[in-house]
């Protein structure tokens, strides 16, 4: 079996502290460390990093017109088909 463990180091911070210390906080909680926010010695808030952000898509209209359009056009096929009848 293999175990795996993930080490995340967590900063506990008083209220009071946090309201002098917010910028430097939030520059931890950037670079990857979790910060609780306490109150009279109990969790009230987290500070943690933000989901890096996602590569957006192509649009459609640029990826259709990326595309060549190959073959037979389907309303000449299907003419074709309905005359054959």
Same mark, same amino acid.
């Given at each position: ?11 506990? #911070? ?21 910060? #609780?926010?306490?109150?009279?010695? $109990?969790? #009230?808030?987290? *500070?943690?990093?933000? !989901? $890096? !952000?996602? $590569?957006? *898509? ?14 037979? !056009?389907?309303?000449? *096929?299907? @003419?074709?088909? @309905?005359?054959?009848?």
């Amino acid at each position: 079996m293999v175990y795996t463990f993930s080490e995340t180091i967590v900063k506990h #911070v008083g209220i009071k502290q946090a309201r002098q210390e917010l910028p430097d906080l939030i520059d931890r909680a950037e670079a990857g460390e979790e910060i #609780v926010i306490t109150r009279q010695g $109990k969790a #009230v808030a987290k *500070l943690i990093p933000a !989901p $890096k !952000p996602v $590569k957006s *898509l192509p649009s459609l209209t640029e990826f259709r017109q990326g595309i060549g359009r190959a073959g037979t !056009p389907a309303v000449q *096929l299907l @003419r074709e088909e @309905r005359d054959g009848r």
